[in-house]
């Protein structure tokens, strides 16, 4: 974790210019969601992301692999921080019949002098009827990420996070993100297991299609035999329905099917 630290502080201390604010950049991940996160779904890639919401709105979603999962968050600006506050709930069906909920906070800011966004994201288990329930990762009751985010220009993002540094199982990421255009991002992003000493590169780009937002990307990891990450190629789509509703939908992203809806408020 020393090493995390000394790299984020690396960060902070370099020269920046002016962060982007592009809000279709941000609809989406871009890769594995490091250097580019999603702005609804932030919590689950870099939590220094939750800085992209300028508005406040609430977040369903419901993810399927092995077990099904549902949740619902609301992610507010308040002065120059951006808080999050959800539940979570997995009910496990390919191996046997238990349930799991969790409770989750996120709390984000930009030190614009800097111009680099720093968020935290922590989860604690309250409810669970199988302790065989994966979770997030090997979180087993609660645990913390940390991310931060720096704009060395308008187009560039450079990121670092770190996931579960309250479990004693320490993955930590970085990545680079650059903007062509608006709503044309190119990314990639690594990703280390120091316990199981597993790795995954990611390479995406997030641009769209008909007016749709798209993303693709390709994971490929070297190491371990398990690892939180997904691998192969992910895809994701945002549809705008109108009013600022907004529908996500993630194939091998955050879970093997992720399906959200963004509601402004």
């Not at 941000?26 to 939590?47: C, M, R």
């Not at 009751?141 to 560039?156: M, R, V």
Request: glycine share 10%.
């Amino acid at each position: 974790m020393k090493h995390f630290f000394i790299l984020a502080l690396g960060l902070v201390c370099a020269s920046a210019a002016l962060a982007d604010d592009d809000e279709a950049a941000h609809v989406l991940a871009t890769a594995a969601g490091i250097a580019s996160p999603g702005a609804a779904t932030a919590a689950y890639e870099n939590p220094a992301g939750l800085t992209y919401n300028k508005v406040a709105r609430v977040h369903a979603n419901f993810v399927a692999e092995t077990s099904v999962g549902y949740g619902g968050e609301i992610l507010a600006p308040v002065d120059r921080f951006v808080v999050e506050a959800g539940l979570r709930g997995q009910n496990l069906y390919k191996y046997s019949p238990g349930n799991i909920s969790l409770l989750d906070w996120g709390l984000a800011t930009t030190l614009e002098t800097l111009n680099v966004a720093i968020g935290i994201e922590g989860s604690k288990v309250v409810r669970e009827v199988n302790s065989a329930i994966p979770t997030n990762g090997t979180c087993t009751s609660w645990c913390l990420d940390a991310g931060a985010i720096l704009y060395p220009s308008a187009n560039t993002r450079f990121a670092l996070n770190a996931i579960e540094i309250t479990d004693n199982h320490y993955y930590y990421g970085g990545g680079v993100a650059f903007n062509f255009d608006t709503d044309f991002v190119g990314a990639i992003d690594y990703f280390y297991d120091t316990t199981d000493s597993w790795s995954v590169v990611t390479p995406g780009l997030n641009f769209p299609i008909f007016g749709i937002q798209t993303s693709i990307s390709y994971s490929a990891k070297t190491g371990g035999a398990s690892g939180i990450l997904r691998e192969g190629v992910s895809v994701g789509t945002a549809w705008p329905l109108g009013d600022g509703l907004l529908l996500l939908f993630y194939i091998n992203h955050i879970a093997q099917y992720y399906a959200g809806l963004t509601i402004p408020l």
